[in-house]
């Protein structure tokens, strides 16, 4: 546990910590009468109440469309299978001000849906909450699925034999099962939708503000850094609660489960209901996360000549964007996949050993510790990313010059989701194999090579392409350490679409579309990577 306590002490509590001295402290003392002062401001109760009922709605839509999705590629062999896998996996890297961008070319005035239906849904809620279910689909396909393809199906069966429904022995036996998964993708989402700032700052409109979104209005856009400060104390403060009942309600339920090799659970569809069943997982997917995407495809080819490669080629132009970049933004690619694959290694380095400790220890300490490493999801990127700058410019730690601050960043992000992921299933194993592996003479590091790796292989797997995808599509934090000359691709887009015209946008289509296909493609590449059949289905 000494590991990551001192990297999230260092690179998170330290700059966030710092951010909120700056905001609070004067030469006159510490003025937490601000706090009050702040929250009680009519405008930012609003914005209290809508960050938390959008995130709960997210949250609860997310789970009702991605469910069937899980049990389908838990469950069902189909051709296409691992293209699908990579498809839904993508939206997850797009940044928030690109999706945004394409979803109000879908629902708002002279979209898609204004010209076939004549309906418009930008500036409302259902814009916003359809954009979460975009982004997050792929966390509880993924998390909640990788689990349940190595149930055993046969405890279900038994249940069936004894008398139970279909249904009954799905709820009294599968379901208890995959509980702390669900719980694992439920908290994910939410606080993915709780800190949601880009989808709701285009779609939203000035109708609709999160908390995320009033930080940045605040420090960027009216230089308050108080109440920039005052706002992240209170979201630090309500994502801390969300964990710390999480963390009670999930370890109430944990138990050692009997885990099979996923390639014995998957069969074809069989009868009518099971394909009908497939059918409609492959239409949600087509509509929710298919068409959006294909909306940026069709605008990056849309040139003012005419459909074409016009786009592409300005981007080999360092002069592209009217001098917003100082290198060809197409050199954007080869910086993300460098900090993408950096990222990854040290988020598997720190979230590995924190979901080992995690499964050693027990008690009110390492329920805080978990919690804690929770919480980057849900504190400001933006105040993470000022905080980077503040406090890591000075000997010994000054890395405002190197390469290596942008990753560290993208992997605070990415532990997070390699700890849940890794953690049902390490909890899953039970502790009586590596006393047995013990009493036949194997070293506590052997005991883990034979009897756990073979388990969680596979969410090693999982954890490492969720990491690096988080790690491509990260925004809030990088748009501020990330260096003129070396932008990330979301960097690149964002700056494309702050300036006006044609060709900037049309530009910023071009490398949201190489995104896509880089994220696809590098998925794609880990299925290909899996060491033997035992790693499972993703």
Same mark, same amino acid.
Request: net charge positive.
């Given at each position: ?15 966030? *910590? ?29 914005? @209290? ?5 959008? =995130?709960?709605?997210?949250?609860? +839509? ?43 070319? +879908? ?21 916003? @909450?359809?954009?979460?279910? %975009? ?42 099962? @995959?509980?702390?998964?669900? =719980? ?14 880009? &989808? ?12 995320? &979104? ?5 420090? =960027? ?133 924190? *979901? ?34 503040? !406090? ?18 993208? $992997? ?8 849940? !992921?890794? @953690? ?17 003479? $194997? ?24 990491? %690096? ?5 990260? %925004?809030?934090? !990088? ?17 494309? +679409?702050?300036? =006006? ?9 071009? +490398? ?5 296909? &880089? ?18 289905? %993703?």
């Amino acid at each position: 546990m000494a590991v990551p306590l001192a990297f999230f002490g260092l690179f998170f509590a330290y700059p966030v *910590a710092a951010i909120v001295g700056r905001g609070l402290k004067t030469d006159a003392g510490w003025q937490f009468g601000r706090i009050g002062e702040v929250i009680s401001q009519p405008g930012i109760a609003a914005v @209290l109440w809508f960050t938390t009922w959008q =995130a709960l709605a997210s949250t609860a +839509l997310t789970l009702l469309i991605a469910l069937p999705g899980a049990y389908v590629f838990a469950r069902f062999e189909f051709p296409g299978k691992q293209l699908l896998r990579a498809v839904v996996t993508v939206p997850f890297v797009l940044p928030t001000v690109v999706v945004g961008t394409a979803f109000l070319a +879908l629902l708002g005035r002279g979209g898609l849906m204004d010209e076939l239906v004549g309906v418009r849904l930008d500036t409302t809620v259902w814009a916003i @909450l359809l954009a979460h279910v %975009f982004f997050n689909y792929a966390v509880v396909v993924r998390t909640v699925g990788g689990l349940w393809a190595q149930l055993d199906p046969r405890q279900e069966e038994a249940a069936r034999v004894l008398g139970a429904g279909r249904f009954a022995a799905w709820r009294r036996v599968t379901l208890p099962a @995959l509980a702390p998964s669900v =719980a694992a993708a439920s908290l994910m989402v939410f606080l993915f939708t709780f800190s949601s700032f880009g &989808v709701v700052l285009i779609l939203g409109g000035p109708a609709y503000s999160t908390l995320e &979104v009033e930080v940045y209005r605040q420090t =960027a856009q009216l230089l308050d850094l108080p109440t920039a400060a005052v706002l992240t104390m209170v979201q630090f403060a309500a994502v801390g609660a969300i964990l710390a009942v999480h963390a009670w309600t999930v370890r109430r339920r944990e138990t050692a489960l009997r885990l099979v090799d996923p390639g014995r659970t998957t069969h074809r569809p069989r009868g009518w209901a099971q394909r009908t069943l497939l059918g409609a997982v492959l239409l949600t997917i087509g509509l929710l996360i298919v068409l959006p995407l294909g909306v940026l495809v069709e605008r990056s080819f849309d040139a003012p000549g005419g459909y074409g490669f016009g786009f592409y080629r300005a981007l080999q132009d360092a002069g592209a964007g009217g001098g917003t970049f100082l290198v060809p933004p197409l050199e954007a690619i080869g910086n993300s996949l460098q900090y993408a694959l950096a990222a990854t290694a040290i988020a598997l380095f720190i979230g590995g050993l924190a *979901a080992a400790a995690l499964t050693r220890r027990a008690g009110p300490f390492v329920r805080g510790f978990d919690a804690l490493l929770m919480l980057p999801l849900g504190v400001s990127a933006v105040t993470v990313g000022f905080g980077f700058l503040i !406090t890591l410019d000075e000997p010994p730690l000054d890395l405002r010059t190197s390469w290596i601050l942008v990753p560290l960043a993208q $992997a605070l992000v990415g532990v997070p989701f390699v700890v849940r !992921t890794m @953690l049902p299933v390490l909890r899953a194993v039970d502790g009586r194999l590596r006393e047995a592996a013990a009493v036949l003479g $194997a070293s506590p590091l052997r005991a883990w090579r034979e009897v756990d790796l073979p388990l969680v292989r596979r969410a090693l797997l999982i954890a490492a392409g969720f990491a %690096f995808a988080v790690s491509l599509g990260e %925004f809030g934090a !990088t748009v501020f350490i990330a260096r003129p000359d070396q932008p990330t691709l979301p960097v690149a887009v964002a700056r494309l +679409l702050g300036r =006006a015209g044609e060709m900037n946008y049309g530009q910023a289509m071009a +490398l949201s579309t190489i995104l896509m296909l &880089v994220c696809a493609a590098s998925l794609l590449v880990l299925e290909r990577l899996r060491p033997d059949k035992t790693s499972g289905e %993703f």
